[in-house]
């Protein structure tokens, strides 16, 4: 089992790789979205001097991938290496490509989403593609200050550059790439779904527990509560329903117990008997 769990990791961080490539070559470079990180830094200098990113990729990564080994040591593996290597090489052979989007916008958004899936499902096969990542780690170590923030700094002073080197909208538009990246990543992540965590605070507890198990046909779990103020001891009933059983749940308990203190949370990912099945 542990080999078909690094088959499926190396897999994900090569699929994704790929995807990041893609993202890179159709959108961000000919848009010129520097968009953070050595990516960014790369369609700066080809716009500069016309390096070829590929090249200017693997130029800056491989040095910081051993100076990030000598220095972090074991939280550099395998697949952070893989990640490192096969980027620029990934880079360099969808650079033949025979279309690609100029406009900003299309740019930034498109651009966005498709990176921020690639480097979700790396993240996911729990590598890396190195790089700025590298130095915020290092950061981290030395300065004392969360990585998420360290990388806002690297990020920030590449997107700075941007706009010294091309101007004020196509930062603006980088910074709207990296923004819906972030949030396609935690989507990728947590795999988002539509299901909602029911939570009901209730005196009836047995009515309420037949609605869900006979009506909806969902499991419930019972805890004692006890009221901050009232001290009055009433159960604690939570359930996880699709968005459709969520709104017939509702429903019923406004028909059936409508003194019941109800609250519907958005739940990204449930595993368990019923909706996604656990990793092996």
Known sequence: MKQVSELRSYSLIILGTFIVALAFNLFMLPASLAA??????SIILNDLYGFTPAVVQLIINVPL????????????????????FILP?????????????TDPFLASVYGGILFGVGLGLVFKGNGSTGGTTIISQIMRKYFNISSGFAQLIIDGIIVVAAMIVFNLELALYAMVALFIGSKVIDFVLLRSTNSKLVLIITEHDQVVTDL??????????????EGG????????????????????????????????????????????????????
């Open 36 to 41: 953070g990180g050595v990516s960014g830094i």
């Open 65 to 84: 991938f051993f100076v990030g080994y000598l220095i972090l040591g074991k939280s550099f593996s395998a697949k952070t290496l893989v990640g490192t």
């Open 89 to 101: 090489v990934f880079i360099w052979l969808t650079s033949f490509k025979t279309f690609s989007v």
């Open 212 to 225: 869900i198990y006979n009506e909806i046909d969902r499991g419930v779990t019972k805890v004692w509560s």
């Open 229 to 280: 103020y009232s001290k009055a001891r009433k159960s604690l009933l939570f359930s996880v329903v699709d968005q459709s059983e969520a709104v017939y749940l509702k429903e019923l308990i406004q028909t059936h117990d409508s003194n019941s203190f109800v609250v519907f949370l958005s739940a990204s990912e449930i595993i368990g008997k019923g909706f996604s099945l656990p990793k092996s």
